[in-house]
């Protein structure tokens, strides 16, 4: 069973950082794509991040470049989501997500279950 599991969400002031960390069960995350988006109140849902199986390539919406890093750990088959210099409109329920293909161009069909982080002082 395809399971994935969000954490490390939380409250933190503007210019600080979160890790946001998704745990992949029930299929190897290194053979397929892996994405974060996120969704404020009242806002669509956005793509903040994707990375392709073996990281060919990787995507970042421009509001996150330079500040948001994706990065993965197959051994422990979690991926990451690097947070720095976060800001106000940061916040949102932040879920990952995968297609079960190798790149981010396939529809997401897999999500998590969401983890809230709040930037606000």
């Known amino acids: 069973q395809v399971q994935l599991v969000e954490s490390g969400g939380g409250l933190v002031q503007p210019g600080g950082s979160l890790r946001l960390s998704c745990a992949a069960s029930?299929?190897?995350?290194?053979?397929?794509?892996i994405g974060w988006f996120r969704q404020a109140p009242g806002k669509e849902r956005e793509r903040v991040s994707c990375?392709?199986?073996?990281?060919?390539?990787?995507y970042y919406a421009d509001s996150v470049k330079g500040r948001f890093t994706i990065s993965r750990d197959n051994a422990k088959n979690t991926v990451y989501l690097q947070m720095n210099n976060l800001k106000p409109e940061d916040t949102a329920v932040y879920y990952c997500?995968?297609?079960?293909?190798?790149?981010?161009?396939?529809?997401?069909?897999?999500w998590g279950q969401g983890t809230q982080v709040t930037v606000s002082s």
């Open positions: 029930g299929f190897p995350l290194v053979d397929y794509a």
């Open positions: 997500a995968t297609p079960r293909a190798r790149y981010c161009s396939y529809e997401f069909d897999y």
């Open positions: 990375d392709s199986s073996s990281s060919i390539d990787t």
